[in-house]
């Protein structure tokens, strides 16, 4: 069984700083990549931010500069620091990944945490 927990969630003031934690447990043959997502009341799910398997990495532009999504790749974990932080970037985070599970190595599946809340008010 393959689980994405994410940590890190919490309310913080305009202009802070978080830290997002995503760890991939359990049978994993390969990771082609790991990001997050997130979904404000309203909103579609958009991606935030992901990394590839190469190290190439992807940001929204409404968080270029401020956010950095870096992995250790050792303990199948995807960080997410957020700096400068907005109320619009108030939402549920959802960590995913795309991966092979062991013993389906001729297909990727896609996973998904269960998210974490960022609330960003004063």
């Known amino acids: 069984q393959v689980q994405l927990v994410e940590s890190g969630g919490g309310l913080v003031q305009p202009g802070g700083s978080l830290r997002l934690s995503c760890a991939a447990s359990?049978?994993?043959?390969?990771?082609?990549?790991m990001g997050w997502y997130r979904q404000a009341p309203g909103k579609e799910r958009e991606l935030v931010a992901n990394i590839i398997s190469s190290g190439s990495t992807n940001y929204a532009d409404s968080v270029k500069g401020r956010f950095t999504i870096s992995r250790d790749n050792a303990k199948n974990t995807v960080y997410l620091q957020m700096n400068g932080l907005l109320p619009e970037d108030t939402a549920v985070y959802y960590c995913?990944?795309?991966?092979?599970?062991?013993?389906?190595?001729?297909?990727?599946?896609?996973?998904w945490g269960k998210g974490t809340l960022v609330t960003v008010s004063s």
């Open positions: 359990g049978s994993i043959f390969s990771i082609n990549s």
């Open positions: 995913n990944a795309v991966l092979v599970p062991n013993g389906s190595r001729n297909r990727y599946s896609n996973y």
